[in-house]
């Protein structure tokens, strides 16, 4: 619910009112700001790849932008509707297996499970060459390398994949 949230906020919900009309309701210098943000988005995105074959294909971050800005945005949405939870109705039983785990690393496994699954390598060359989401391998690694709440759940060592020093957020 978060994701489609924050599509009001994308490349194509920025641009229209709270009736549903075509209207650019910012401040210039809210414009100004949102598209430094939405630039570094665009920019680490189009730093993923993957291979196909042999062949490394980058993911279009400006193609991509409006799926990206909203996962980033709906995870920490998410988040915080889970530590909110939390605090009224602490975890009482885990599960087999995953008792080492804590709640904070249990929300985010969750999350990147999500997003689990097989593709034949043409799929994966069609999704990165024409499709307006990232690669589900790059949506959790682009998501969660942003979040500083992962990174301190996991315990992610500074300038380390999962917690670059430059992170990318418009929160």
């Not at 906020?9 to 809210?30: A, I, L, M, P």
């Not at 060459?129 to 996991?154: C, D, M, Q």
């Amino acid at each position: 619910m978060g994701h489609e949230i924050m599509h009001s906020f994308d490349d194509q919900g920025r641009r229209y009112d709270e009736y549903g009309n075509g209207k650019q309701w910012w401040s210039k210098v809210t414009l100004k700001k949102y598209l430094e943000k939405v630039r570094c988005i665009i920019d680490q995105y189009h730093q993923y790849y993957l291979p196909v074959e042999g062949v490394n294909y980058h993911v279009d971050g400006y193609l991509t932008q409006g799926e990206n800005i909203a996962d980033n945005g709906g995870v920490r949405a998410a988040f915080e509707g889970y530590r909110q939870h939390a605090k009224k109705s602490p975890i009482q039983n885990k599960l087999p297996g995953l008792m080492d785990l804590t709640p904070d690393q249990l929300f985010f496994l969750g999350y990147a499970q999500v997003w689990c699954g097989n593709a034949t390598p043409k799929a994966v060359k069609d999704m990165i060459l024409g499709e307006t989401h990232s690669p589900n391998r790059i949506r959790v690694l682009g998501t969660l390398s942003n979040y500083e709440e992962f990174s301190k759940a996991w315990h992610c060592p500074a300038d380390s994949p999962m917690n670059p020093v430059k992170k990318c957020s418009l929160w």
